[in-house]
Structures are given as structure tokens and as C-alpha cells.
């Protein structure tokens, strides 16, 4: 755990009004991308096209969590167009992704340090189980109907009521502490005039970006390029750098994996995950 003191630790303290105002509440402030993007002139990620351009497509898990029991692939396979059916039994061996650290960013930078299909656990609904590649996007979309995959199923735990009897405390959360301290908050609300305690609950699905989720890889021998919306650039490159076993030059760049980032089209966290560029990057031919 760590005090504060209000205002006197960068990152942790509230954020000082430089001369008493706010300067962007309450003002109309032009977009500089704003003419392009409504006038449909902007490139997205999905519209780079490449020579030989292939599209992927994701099987997802049905459970919750488990173990995939078997993968029948075969009809696919045969299905017209399909260059490949990419499982945790064929997919390249990938090193594990090392969790972010805030205060060591050479350490890791993932969001997650589970493994990208190499292996048979299902750790949530909805995980990618496997990868349809084919020579079209309705292609690959039809034969990804067509993978069959049966699950050794296992109670889930979907409620944080549920795993709080198995909790600790770890010695961080991301790098930092993870408990912050910044004056009384039970003592403040206590004695405040006036407080609001309520429940909020929102859908899992939230973010409304204005292009589809994609990534355009590809590689040149043992060079990779991606391109990608992302505000993550640095981030994307050391995660997959780390996966495939890519040496990063000595000035900090990447050599053999870079991202070339598009217009965004959203923020916050659909811009910033590095899973779909590592499974993108994975089923590039």
C-alpha cells in the first residue's frame, strides 16, 4: 500500500487546473480529422491492400471455461478458397506474452499473459480456438462455420461475489502498488452533506468505433509489418517482438516487427490490445 498526499505524486494526486479554468470544457473544438472521416476519404486498417492478400477468420469457444476434447477441421479444410485451419495443435510455438509493466515498460508490455491457441484450456467464452484463412472474407467466414470443436466443460467462475473467497492481494497491479491511499474517503463520504451510492450496470459490448476490428500483417522474411489502428504503437511491436522471437535494434525501434499505425477510428482500449494483431500476425502466409 501506498500514501499520498492530495496533489504532491505525479500520476496518483488530482489533476491541477492551470489558472483556475478548464481550457477544453465547455468549448467547440474543431477535429482535424473531422472533414476527412465523414466524407469517407480516411483509409482504415481493413482497406490496405497487399499482393496475395489473404483474410482470417476466428472459431470462438461456446463455454466459459474447459478444455478443448477435439477440433474437427476436415470439412473446412475442403471448403473452397481455404489456404489454412491455424488450432493450438498446428499453430507456431509463440513465447508466452509478459503482462504490463507501468513503471518497467521493458519488462512487458501485454495486456494479458495468457497463451495465443497454444494449448487445449479455455479460459473464457468466447476465446479464439482457431484461425480459417482463405483467399476471400466470405470464404474464410463460411468455412469457420463449418469447424466443429468439442469441449470438456468446467464450472466457470462469473462473478467477482464468487472468487472473492479465493482472493489475494499481489505485490502489484501492472507495476504499481496495489493499493493507493489519498486521504479518508469512508471519513469524507461519512460526513458529507450529501452522497450517492448506487449500482451501475453497463453492457460488456460498449465501444462504438466507426471501422470494423482488423489487422493487416505481413511478413518479409523474418520482417514483419503491421498495420493497425492502434494508440498502443511502441506497445503492439514489444508484444510482438516477445511472441515470435524478433530482435529489437539496440535504439529501441523494432526491426524485424513494427506497426504502421491508420486513422483512428476509436480510443481507449479497442485501440490499445495486441490479441488480434497476434493472431493476425500468426496466420499471415
Known sequence: MREVSTGTVV????DQVRGGREPYVGR???RVDGPAKVAGAVRFTAEHRFDGLVHARLVCSTIARGRIRAIDASR???APGVVAVITHENNVRLARPRLLDLEDMAAGMSPSDLPVMQD??????????????????????????LVRVEYDEEPPTVSFDQAKGDAVLPPDVLGEPPEVRIGD?????????????HVYRTPWHGHSAMEPHATVAVWDGDTLT????????????????????????????????????????????????????????????
Open 28 to 30: 467547440s473544438l474543431p
Open 76 to 78: 473446412a479444410r475442403s
Open 120 to 145: 487445449d484450456r479455455v479460459h473464457w467464452n468466447g476465446q479464439p480456438v482457431a484461425v480459417v484463412v482463405a483467399d476471400t472474407w466470405e470464404r474464410a467466414g463460411h468455412a469457420a462455420s
Open 185 to 197: 474517503a469512508a471519513r469524507a463520504l461519512s460526513e458529507a452533506a450529501v452522497s450517492v451510492d
Open 226 to 285: 503491421v498495420h493497425e489502428t492502434t494508440q498502443f504503437v511502441g506497445g503492439c511491436g514489444h508484444v510482438l517482438a516477445t511472441l515470435f522471437g524478433l530482435a529489437p535494434e539496440k535504439s529501441g525501434s523494432w526491426r524485424a516487427s513494427s506497426a504502421a499505425p491508420s486513422a483512428a477510428s476509436g480510443g481507449c482500449g479497442p485501440t490499445r490490445r495486441c490479441a488480434r494483431q497476434r493472431r493476425g500476425s500468426s496466420a499471415a502466409p
Open 11 to 14: 500520476g496518483y494526486g488530482p
